[in-house]
């Protein structure tokens, strides 16, 4: 079955640092990639998606997020992070193993960011 | 516009009581419907979907069930409940690149 793993639990920056966040699947056919957002008391929102095309996406609030496929890779990035860019991140992968189109998503176990002012 | 709409929001619970989770949609027709549990540090497991009315799959085992009686309701139901059934619950629908768009959640408590 598929997976994906986000190696970085909780990650601490100061304000205008740059920001990568880490994400791999596990599997070898074609996947839709997403990276949603969960703000403190806010329900989780869509950042951006991969579904094809160019590798390079970008997303709101000025996140983007590269697909490398020899790596089963897709890191989010942001190169000046804000205070108001704390809260959970978490990367889902969507595949078509099993042959199905139901639109599955598997998703990472997140990572907690906390921006310091 | 799509909405999603979760409720309640918050809900404390007995064991063994009955439980009912309600989510509709509205903006959409025909969606494909996700029930998901977020605990924390865990991510988020899915434990049903939907394609249509009354169709209903089961992703893991458990005490819980879900049913579709509307195009565009998707209700997660259980008839006792357990203490680990403590959790967030996450209502979504898929849009057009498989991405999937999600309600506020309810937060239960068993106690």
């Known amino acids: 079955a598929q997976s994906v793993s986000q190696h970085n639990h909780h990650v601490i920056l100061s304000e205008a640092a740059s920001l990568e966040l880490g994400c791999n699947y596990s599997?070898?056919?074609?996947?839709?990639l997403f990276w949603y957002v969960q703000y403190p008391g806010q329900h989780l929102q869509l950042l951006l998606k991969y579904f094809s095309g160019d590798p390079l996406v970008k997303g709101i609030k000025g996140f983007e997020a590269e697909f490398i496929k020899s790596k089963f890779s897709f890191n989010l990035r942001k190169p000046s992070v804000q205070w108001s860019d704390t809260a959970e991140y978490f990367c889902a992968v969507r595949t078509n193993a099993g042959g199905t189109s139901y639109g599955k998503l598997t998703f990472g176990q997140g990572t907690i960011l906390t921006v310091h002012p | 516009s799509q909405t999603i709409h979760q409720w309640p929001a918050t809900l404390v619970q007995p064991v063994g009581s009955p439980l009912s989770l309600e989510c509709t949609v509205e903006?959409?027709?025909?969606?494909?419907l996700y029930w998901y549990r977020q605990a924390a540090g865990r991510g988020l497991q899915l434990l049903f979907y939907s394609v249509g009315i009354g169709q209903i799959s089961s992703e893991v085992p458990q005490n819980l069930s879900a049913s579709r009686p509307q195009d565009r309701q998707f209700i997660l139901s259980s008839k006792k409940l357990l203490l680990s059934d403590s959790g967030f619950y996450l209502c979504a629908w898929k849009g057009p690149y498989n991405e999937q768009f999600f309600g506020p959640g309810t937060r239960l408590t068993v106690l």
């Open positions: 599997y070898g056919g074609t996947v839709n």
């Open positions: 903006g959409t027709s025909n969606p494909n």
